[in-house]
């Protein structure tokens, strides 16, 4: 799978990208991830991309004409076109079930916005979607960038050592996964679950599975709100709750 991200900070990408468990998949050649900088593009030769905005407000706008070359550049050497994403805290907000679907893409072009942002005619061009990694506001795009990449690249096979890595884990399913422990078994006088230490693993995977409904109620009510739980389920879940 291909990332190729438009940007002004060129350095933010590659940087992250080659401390991270990406730089592996780059290695076995699973991803690449291209850095592009978008002041190649720049409308004259002191590297403007910006300018004022219309209809006033403060501070300066990124420009439709370094955007759109920038995509074309990357674009145009392609029989398909990439799909296009610009980051922004208007998007839809990014969640598991997202980060999915857009694994299952063979080139993705993420655009990074700067300063105020991207004239929207640009955006509205060439843009298949616009994603949010959060209901805040960052200075630039490229974290968010990073945080897909991150969280794609991991859900193409051959990224992490095996499936199961990211079978069980939180937000696969709708629920979050069921706490964990390690060594020792009694630590400053709380112990780990009889049943995990047990090596019977029928009974540690049903445990985990109702722990891990327990665990999404306490924690995110919200995921639990949204779940379809059997009758027997609930009685497991409130008989477990009980003897916590
Ligand atoms: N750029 C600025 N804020 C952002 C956010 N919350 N998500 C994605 N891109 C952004």
Redesign the pocket.
Known sequence: MRFSVLTLFPDQITDHVSKSITVRAEEKGIISVVAKDIRDHAINEYGKVDDTLYGGGTGMLMQCDPVYDSWLEIADKDQIRPYTIY???K?HVLDQAKVIDLSKKEHLCII??HYEGIDSRVIDEICDEE???????????E??ACVIIDSVSRMIEGVLPNSEAYSNESHMGGTLEAPQYTKPAVWHGKEVPEVLRSGDLKAIEDYNGIMSYIETMKKRPDMFERLEISEEDWQKILALKKSL
């Open positions: 980051v922004s805290p998007g990074c916005g994603i949010s990694i959060g209901d805040y506001v960052l200075t630039g795009g974290l968010a």
